[in-house]
């Protein structure tokens, strides 16, 4: 979960970095209900088989556990589904004997909350109801109220804590930015809130507010590269190339399609051809070969991903939706973006591309020879 708001704030400080004046604004961030139950997963349901064992007496032959959680969105809320198994016994003998043994469904309503200092999203819940696998109410009353006591507070701890994520943001962010942007950058983790939360049928949407410059910054076009920059990228290229292809294979083997993997190599193919010509010069009053590629492949590539995430387990799965909340925080930037020098263009992909390669030339040379 950490990673996912590393990746939107990334995006964030990379445009707004070099401030003056500042105003706030803010970036709808959406949550998948499957980034939300990987959290709920990490945090609670840490046994076995993705199991919750909420209580148990000494002798365990008393217990009550959840598993296998669902989690979807119902009148503006979370709505999340567990399976209960719960067993009232003691022991006799050395051994347990079962007085009350029952399972069923636990089923939540949990309204999505920022706490008052805009830095925690937390869960309460608002409506608990539990039936038997045949859809009859719950009435032991003995285990109302030890789902009371006990299920409906584990199920409320749930959090996720953006102030977690702002060391790993800065150092993601330090590899991308001129070093002598590191007060800025500082400054601007520090502006990181939420401003709202709201859920609906696909996950929670968050606002993210920053502090960003009024005005945008002028920026000069980049120059084409040189013969010489040409032959440093294409060697850093070869590095994304084989990484990229890579992650190709892998997410066709992950979804067993032969058709996947062949509509994202041709999309990797354009992507060589594209930042090929972006570094090139070309005809400024001409369509831009990066910005081009970016709007028309993101159409092509969304689809995929999130047809190939819903059908992977949770953990695989996640990647892709990761990857897919971050690529919409670019998109949506570029819609708010272009007062403050959002640059999705072929100047932006040169200006980056000389960052990296003037941070792996000075990381070569601080690296002791063999």
Known sequence: MNKHFIMAALMLLMIFAKSGSAEQYSLPVKLNYSLIKKALIT???????????????????SYLKLYNPRISGQQRQVKLLNDIDARFGTG?????????????????????????????????????????????????????????????????????????SRAGIEKTVAEFLPKENAAEVKEALNTLKFSGVDADDSGIAVKLAFNAPAKAVAKKPA??????????????????????????????????????????????????????AGL?????????????????????LAPALQTLAKELPEIQGLRYLTFIAATDVIYEL????????LDISSDG????????????QQQAKAEPLQ
């Not at 945090?43 to 032959?61: F, H, K, S, V």
């Not at 292809?245 to 051809?273: F, G, M, V, W």
Request: hydrophobic share 35%.
């Open 92 to 164: 006799l003998g050395g051994q347990c004997v079962t007085v009350f043994e029952w399972g069923g469904v636990l089923e939540t309503l949990q309204q999505p909350t920022i706490n008052k200092e805009q830095s925690v999203l937390s869960l309460p819940i608002t409506k608990v109801s539990a039936s038997d696998r045949y859809g009859q109410q719950l009435t032991n009353n003995q285990l109302q109220d030890l789902i009371k006591r006990v299920a409906e507070p584990r199920l409320s701890e749930v959090k996720i804590d953006l102030n977690k």
């Open 334 to 341: 570029d819609n708010i973006g272009a007062p403050f020098g």
């Open 349 to 360: 992909l040169r200006r980056l591309a000389r960052i990296l390669m003037a941070g792996k």
């Open 280 to 300: 090139k010069e070309h005809d400024p009053k001409g369509d831009d070969p990066v910005r081009l590629f970016f709007t028309q492949t993101w159409q092509r």
């Open 223 to 276: 120059a084409a590269f040189s013969d010489a920059e040409q032959q440093q990228f294409q060697a850093t290229w070869k590095e994304w190339d084989q990484f990229l292809s890579k992650a190709i294979q892998q997410a066709s083997d992950d979804a067993k399609s032969p058709e996947l993997r062949d509509n994202l190599t041709e999309i990797l193919l354009e992507s060589r051809s594209a930042f090929q």
């Open 43 to 61: 945090q609670l349901y840490t046994g076995a088989g993705n199991t919750a064992e909420l209580w148990n007496d000494r002798q365990r032959c």
